[in-house]
């Protein structure tokens, strides 16, 4: 009976290993699935506040029916038929729309009137740090992080992509975004936001850059001293070989 128990429990022992391989393979499976979640919920477009020079779509009934794209001036004035110029720059499409509608109803009765946002070059993003072309692009779609990085080039080779940081400006108070680039780009878009006016993207160095780019600054002050010696060696080789 003993002799029984004890092979029982070789062949147990000798399965232990592959039960663990065949655990921890499932556990990965699960832990990499869990890892692709959906992007944020993009925020509403009701708040946007319109400036000079968006596009905006003019659409007012009833018949006869005017739709008018037309595009918000410098001075922050749009022309309307029958109305004249209305002030858009400072307000909401729905703000807009309230104001033209009270001004055209001696006009048209019952008038219905709705504007939208056709293109907002108006609202600007700037992108700096380890991307290929750092700098300012116009918002003219919803734009997410990840798109916003991709326009101007994408992450360079020494950039940290889950030391990512958008700031925003928040009635006046800054508020920090932790992006992790680096799990967006394997399916976790849980950080994905979207992005709005005036957001500060931030994408940074690798700590192993980091040191690089502190002992290129420490060297660089010597590199006309190094460069100089070396011209000097160059000149001094050339007169021995002509016999100076």
Do not use: W
């Amino acid at each position: 009976m003993l002799l029984n128990h004890l092979r029982s429990f070789f062949r147990v022992s000798r399965r232990l290993p592959l039960l663990g391989a065949t655990l921890l393979a499932l556990l990965m499976t699960v832990a990499c699935a869990t890892n692709v979640r959906p992007p944020p919920q993009a925020p509403t477009a009701a708040g946007y506040i319109v400036g000079a020079p968006d596009e905006l779509l003019i659409h007012i009934l009833p018949d006869p029916e005017i739709s008018r794209e037309v595009r918000v001036r410098p001075d922050g004035m749009i022309s309307v038929d029958l109305v004249g110029d209305v002030q858009a720059a400072g307000r909401t499409p729905l703000e807009i729309a309230s104001d033209i509608q009270s001004q055209i109803a001696r006009f048209k009765r019952d008038a219905a009137v709705n504007v939208t946002v056709v293109s907002s070059p108006s609202q600007f993003v700037t992108i700096y740090g380890e991307v290929v072309r750092p700098g300012t692009f116009a918002l003219d779609t919803e734009t997410r992080v990840s798109e916003a990085i991709g326009r101007v080039g994408g992450p360079k080779p020494f950039a940290s992509l889950n030391g990512v940081r958008l700031i925003r400006s928040m009635k006046g108070q800054p508020k920090i975004y932790d992006i992790e680039l680096g799990d967006i780009q394997k399916g976790d878009l849980s950080t994905n936001i979207v992005v709005q006016e005036g957001d500060l993207i931030v994408v940074p160095p690798t700590m192993l850059a980091r040191i690089g780019y502190a002992m290129q600054m420490l060297l660089f002050p010597l590199q006309p001293l190094l460069s100089g010696a070396g011209q000097a060696g160059m000149i001094s080789s050339g007169a021995s070989a002509v016999g100076l």
